[in-house]
């Protein structure tokens, strides 16, 4: 079936470049097979198509991007390996970056220069205002101090954008600013993080008396926390997307699982309904889009639908993969290993909870 429009031109690209990407790298989603494929993607202007044009991207609305993820999908393609700065930092850098830090922009689509997202610390997590990091500025420089934590890809980033405390005696939400900083400056110290599956994609880093020119500050001075909601604001496909993967997942499974187990199967039913609500949400979520409307609750029941139904999913197939899955290499046990990350990813489930609870449902907090 052909298609119209920037979906359709991104679904004629990807027959040219797949069959070859695949021959090299094959399923393959290691870092080295993403950015790859990010490097293919920018060479035919697909990197980021959301960006304005003369920032490399194509200028596309929301509707029209998320109609190119569903191309990617379809083709089951990697993500991108700088994703984080395709979708978050690069539009940071377009909406409060000097004409000196926007030379990055191009180096971003093309996977030259790899950013990390400094946010989390051992104390801050989905409550990012109770961040401690510090950053003094003395005679032009930020001096920081402080840990980050769950850095994803942050062993192989040169650079990171990093949320420090610059003000201590401010608001819990004021005196918190956005560095722009590389990570090769003397005084930062990375460790992989081990994660239980054995793959190390995010790393923990240390920052002693790391001097950063006071010309690194992204946006104003202590306005840090307005960076970085207007930033997550640029991306607004994202709860959309794992609505539609959710659905792809459970329908993969369903396919693909032989279950003579009437429990079981009814584990799957299960969860193919409710995968199919959350799309139907994601549906909606969409439609207000195309009307010009800001999606409205569904984004936040799309996210705490996603964490328990991936979450769910993993423990049946586990079940269905029986004594195979104490292999290690077993696709179910694969799969259950990562869930256990799903209700804390993008949003911790209490968290969403306690979001949906006051902002939907209008609960008092005490």
């Known amino acids: 079936m052909s298609i119209d429009g920037p979906a359709g031109e991104l679904r004629v690209y990807l027959e040219k470049v797949m069959p070859g990407f695949r021959a090299e790298w094959g399923a ?3 870092f080295e097979a993403q950015l790859a494929w990010q490097k293919l993607l920018n060479e035919g202007g697909w990197a980021a198509p959301s960006w304005p044009v003369e920032h490399g991207g194509r200028g596309l609305s929301t509707v029209d991007r998320i109609a190119c993820d569903a191309e990617l999908a379809r083709v089951d393609a990697p993500m991108a390996a700088g994703a984080i700065a395709l979708q978050n930092i690069g539009p940071a850098l377009m909406m409060f970056g000097t004409e ?15 950013w990390a997202q400094g946010f989390s610390e051992p104390g801050a997590g989905s409550d990012l205002a109770a961040l401690t990091m510090r950053a003094e500025l003395v005679n032009g420089e930020f001096v920081l101090n402080g840990q980050k934590v769950w850095t994803s890809n942050g062993m192989q980033s040169t650079h990171a954008l990093l949320l420090v405390r610059t003000d201590r005696e401010a608001a819990k939400h004021k005196g918190i600013s956005a560095l722009l900083v590389k990570l090769d400056s003397p005084g930062i110290e990375r ?111 799309i996210k705490f639908g996603w964490s328990l139904v991936s979450s769910r999913l993993a423990e049946t197939e586990m079940k269905v993969s029986g004594h195979h899955s104490l292999l290690a290499d077993d696709r179910g046990t694969q799969r259950f290993l990562r869930s256990r990350s799903a209700t804390i990813a993008a949003g911790t489930t209490e968290v969403m909870k306690n979001i949906l609870a006051e902002r939907v449902l209008g609960l008092p907090r005490d």
Do not use: C
Not at 100 to 114: A, D, N, Y
Not at 274 to 299: C, F, H, I, N, T
């Open 28 to 30: 393959a989603t290691s």
């Open 100 to 114: 000196e830090q926007q030379r990055s922009l191009p180096h971003i689509l093309s996977g030259e220069e790899f």
């Open 191 to 301: 460790r992989p993080i081990k994660q239980i599956t054995g793959e190390s994609g995010f790393a923990e880093m240390f920052f002693h008396d790391v001097r950063v020119p006071e010309a690194n500050l992204l946006g104003p001075l202590n306005e840090g926390w307005l960076v970085t909601m207007k930033t997550l604001g640029y991306e607004r496909t994202g709860v959309i997307n794992m609505a539609t993967k959710l659905e792809r997942d459970v329908r993969e499974v369903v396919e693909n699982t032989t279950v003579t187990d009437p429990i079981l199967r009814d584990e799957l039913l299960g969860h193919w309904m409710d995968a199919r609500l959350v799309g139907l949400m994601g549906a909606r979520a969409l439609a207000r889009l195309k009307e010009g409307e800001e999606p409205g609750s569904e984004q936040s029941i």
